[in-house]
């Protein structure tokens, strides 16, 4: 059974920086890609960064580009999420998603049907 488990949410001032956390388990040998989307309060959930299995290719929202960076340990199973210039319109509930991959699969993208396991979600609040 596929786990995933996000952590590092919290609050950060404007302009501050938050390193998020996930880790999956379950998937065993078969590579898997993952992402990140957020859902902010009276908006719909949207895609933040997605990462291939291999790390090979990274994709990232234009509006978090410069500004967060995405990357994974494949032996620690964890997947990060730095984020950085944050601002209060950032507010709200960050998700972790895997979704399956092939081993000849270079790209990942921001669509949230492409993912089929999805963590609780943490918390990120930016302060004013």
């Known amino acids: 059974q596929v786990q995933v488990v996000e952590s590092g949410g919290g609050l950060v001032q404007t302009g501050g920086s938050l390193k998020l956390s996930c880790t999956v388990s379950?998937?065993?040998?078969?590579?898997?890609?993952l992402g990140w989307f957020r859902q902010i309060p009276g908006k719909e959930r949207e895609g933040v960064a997605c990462?291939?299995?291999?790390?090979?290719?990274?994709d990232y929202a234009d509006f978090v580009k410069g500004r967060f960076t995405i990357s994974r340990d494949n032996v620690q199973n964890t997947l990060y999420l730095q984020m950085t210039i944050l601002n209060p319109e950032e507010t709200g509930i960050y998700y972790c998603?895997?979704?399956?991959?092939?081993?000849?699969?270079?790209?990942?993208?921001?669509?949230?049907?492409?993912?089929?396991?999805w963590g609780q979600g943490t918390q990120v609040s930016v302060s004013s």
């Open positions: 990462i291939t299995w291999n790390s090979v290719q990274r």
């Open positions: 379950g998937f065993g040998f078969h590579p898997y890609n």
């Open positions: 998603a895997a979704g399956p991959a092939n081993y000849d699969t270079y790209q990942c993208d921001l669509w949230d049907l492409s993912y089929h396991y």
